[in-house]
């Protein structure tokens, strides 16, 4: 089992960043790949980024890229995603998942039923 708990979430203005972080708890974090997804109020939840646990690929979701950068630090059992120039529709209730299967595409992790665990969330907010 692994234990996902994000942070970072809040209000910002648009234009400005955040960074999202996700502390993960439970079995060994550097076998699992980590992945950002996001709900936005009335809609469906979408796959933002995905960050493998071998050396560290990433993939994103066509309309995060330049904007949002996932990475993940192991020795700290933990997974961020930094947000820059952030947007009214960025707006969402932020989550973190980990799935414990491999594949052997990144792409295969834009699915969220491959994904194991959740974390609670984290709101983000972008306002005037």
């Known amino acids: 089992q692994v234990q996902l708990i994000e942070s970072g979430g809040g209000l910002v203005q648009p234009g400005g960043s955040l960074r999202l972080s996700c502390a993960a708890s439970g079995r060994t974090f550097n076998t699992v790949t980590m992945g950002w997804f996001r709900q936005a109020p009335g809609k469906e939840r979408v796959f933002v980024a995905t960050?493998?646990?071998?050396?560290?690929?990433?993939y994103y979701a066509d309309f995060v890229k330049g904007r949002f950068t996932i990475s993940r630090d192991n020795a700290k059992n933990t997974v961020y995603l930094q947000i820059n120039s952030l947007k009214p529709e960025d707006t969402a209730i932020y989550y973190c998942a980990g799935a414990s299967t491999t594949y052997s595409e990144l792409r295969d992790y834009t699915r969220a039923d491959v994904y194991d665990y959740w974390g609670q969330g984290t709101q983000v907010t972008v306002s005037s």
């Open positions: 960050i493998s646990w071998i050396s560290d690929r990433t």
